[in-house]
């Protein structure tokens, strides 16, 4: 079944440590994206690749970071630097010029 | 800064009554609004419209975009409990970068 996969689906994170959210997709999209979702708000855009070895900031980008080596996978990493990780972290793809999206069944990070 | 507003952002309803949900929008060089709906965790595809006018339909489920007025609505008759989720609005720019609106939490009773 084609279809995007997020792992782990419950992740805890001690303070002062980073975390990799894993993201793959088997749809042989072009675009990933890394989208956060807490209580009561939209989705927001953390980071986006259109094209593998290539991505950019979205609106929330500071204490993440991601990687785009093969095309199936996008991994996002909550750094330390995020005093606030607590959230629901869903990551999305689609065709290139494509504004549809796919998403993954998510990641519910919480801090210890 | 895009922005995407939606309305109410919580009902509840009893089966078979008819709920619309409202999304506004402000946004440079629209492309296209799309219609989530989100019951646990993956948000699933309802609808994508780019043209105002054009009704667009699914079963139960409708929508249609103003794109003078710049709002959508979405539509769905003869509730069923399977419809309770979270319906998200989303816009696209020409850079293709979705807005998100806070979404519509839609409780339906038996």
């Known amino acids: 079944d084609g279809g995007i996969t997020q792992s782990p689906k419950y992740l805890f994170r001690k303070e002062g440590q980073n975390v990799t959210l894993s993201c793959e997709q088997n749809?042989?999209?072009?675009?990933m994206y890394w989208y956060r979702q807490d209580p009561g708000q939209g989705l927001r855009l953390i980071y986006y690749?259109?094209?593998?070895?290539?991505?950019q900031k979205g609106d929330i980008a500071e204490g993440y970071s991601v990687s785009r080596e093969k095309k199936e996978s996008f991994p996002l990493t909550v750094t330390s630097a995020q005093k606030n990780p607590t959230a629901f972290y869903l990551c999305?793809?689609?065709?290139?010029?494509?504004?549809?999206?796919?998403f993954g069944s998510g990641t519910q990070l919480s801090v210890l | 800064e895009d922005k995407v507003v939606q309305s109410p952002l919580s009902l509840v309803v009893h089966e078979g009554d008819t709920v619309t949900l409202n999304c506004s929008y402000e946004v440079t060089n629209f492309r296209s609004l799309l219609w989530y709906k989100q019951e646990k965790k993956a948000p699933t595809f309802l609808f994508m419209l780019?043209?105002?006018?054009i009704e667009k339909k699914s079963g139960r489920l409708s929508s249609i975009l103003d794109k003078k007025e710049l709002f959508s609505i979405l539509n769905i008759t003869a509730t069923q409990t399977g419809d309770s989720a979270v319906y998200l609005c989303?816009?696209?720019?020409?850079?293709?970068?979705?807005?998100f609106g806070a979404g519509t939490t839609v409780t339906v009773r038996a």
């Open positions: 999305a793809s689609s065709d290139y010029s494509n504004e549809k999206l796919f």
């Open positions: 780019t043209s105002s006018g």
């Open positions: 690749s259109q094209i593998v070895n290539d991505f």
């Open positions: 749809l042989n999209h072009d675009a």
């Open positions: 989303a816009v696209s720019p020409n850079d293709y970068k979705l807005s």
